[in-house]
T-cell receptor, first 111, second 116 residues
Framework: GEDVEQSLFLSVREGDSSVINCTYT??????LYWYKQEPGAGLQLLTY?????DMKQDQRLTVLLNKKDKHLSLRIADTQTGDSAIYFC???????????FGTGTRLQVFP | DAGVIQSPRHEVTEMGQEVTLRCKPI?????LFWYRQTMMRGLELLIY????????DSGMPEDRFSAKMPNASFSTLKIQPSEPRDSAVYFC??????????????FGEGSRLTVL
């Protein structure tokens, strides 16, 4: 069945890079997404990558996609305390509107 | 636009009571989703609608859960009777469905339900 897996926690020092990893199962996914959830709020789209791309860069964010291994990663350069949040990886299921989310990775940034 | 609006933001109720959660999607969005978030299971898709029609309700846990979308601007998620294990944050999200546009979901702020 559909499953998206992430590690639960990541702790980094301010100024360092953070790398959050995700594995997914649906090889027909058209898009893969990274969402961010701040405390007490809903999820907001951070970035996405089309399934025929290997990499996408957007300011401090770099998304890498390895379709063969069904592995997605999000790199945040120069991580700031404001980046502390839960980060969710998500895959679209076939050509549907349905998104399946991972368990979320809680990123904690310390000074 | 005001974004996706959910109510109530917080609800505390006793086991056995009926709970109704409400959602107003972003105007013009064709798809609406209900998710449930818990520490143990993360973010689970319960049901989603397209053009007010339920498309996939395979995530609805039991017959105690029901969802409706009587028109394009309103949806409800009802739990009757509620149980302590239903305690969670329930999110509503909506999405435009335009050719060439990614399936980005716009989330509400959630309804935190506590069943005692």
């Amino acid at each position: 069945g559909e499953d998206v897996e992430q590690s639960l926690f990541l702790s980094v020092r301010e100024g360092d890079s953070s790398v959050i990893n995700c594995t997914y199962t649906d090889s027909s996914s058209t898009y893969l997404y990274w969402y961010k959830q701040e405390p007490g709020a809903g999820l907001q789209l951070l970035t996405y990558i089309f399934s025929n791309m290997d990499m996408k860069q957007d300011q401090r964010l770099t998304v890498l996609l390895n379709k063969k291994d069904k592995h997605l990663s999000l790199r945040i350069a120069d991580t700031q305390t404001g980046d502390s949040a839960i980060y969710f990886c998500a895959e679209s299921i076939g050509n549907t509107d349905k998104l399946i989310f991972g368990t979320g990775t809680r990123l904690q940034v310390f000074p | 636009d005001a974004g996706v609006i959910q109510s109530p933001r917080h609800e505390v109720t006793e086991m056995g009571q009926e709970v109704t959660l409400r959602c107003k999607p972003i105007s013009g969005h064709n798809s609406l989703f209900w998710y449930r978030q818990t520490m143990m299971r993360g973010l689970e898709l319960l049901i989603y609608f397209n053009n007010n029609v339920p498309i996939d309700d395979s995530g609805m846990p039991e017959d105690r859960f029901s969802a409706k979308m009587p028109n394009a601007s309103f949806s409800t998620l009802k739990i009757q009777p509620s149980e302590p294990r239903d305690s969670a944050v329930y999110f509503c999200a909506s999405s435009p469905r335009l050719a060439g546009v990614t399936g980005e979901l716009f989330f509400g702020e959630g309804s935190r339900l506590t069943v005692l």
